[in-house]
Nanobody
């Protein structure tokens, strides 16, 4: 069974930092790209960052570029999102995601989410 479990969210002041973690199990973690999404109340879920299977390439939404860093430790089956210079508009539930070939067209898998609140 595929499982993704996020942790590390919380309340932080503007300009502060948080590091989110996503622990993965039930699949060969090192073979697949990983993604972070976020969703604020009443808003569409937004892709924040992606990382390739070996960690050699990353991509970011324009809104977080130069502030957030995605990384992974394949020995620990964990993907991270380091968030610096946080802004109130970063407030959202953050979700870990991967796409696996468990059907002919692939399936998206999601963690339960972790709340990030940026406020003074």
């Amino acid at each position: 069974q595929v499982q993704l479990v996020e942790s590390g969210g919380g309340l932080v002041q503007p300009g502060g930092s948080l590091r989110l973690s996503c622990a993965a199990s039930g699949f060969t973690f090192s073979s697949y790209a990983m993604n972070w999404y976020r969703q604020a109340p009443g808003k569409e879920r937004e892709l924040v960052a992606t990382i390739t299977s070996a960690g050699g390439s990353t991509n970011y939404a324009d809104s977080v570029k130069d502030r957030f860093t995605i990384s992974r430790d394949n020995a620990k089956n964990t993907v991270y999102l380091q968030m610096n210079s946080l802004k109130p508009e970063d407030t959202a539930v953050y979700y870990c995601n991967t796409v696996l070939p468990t059907s002919d067209y692939g399936d998206s898998y999601w963690g339960q989410g972790t709340q990030v609140t940026v406020s003074s």
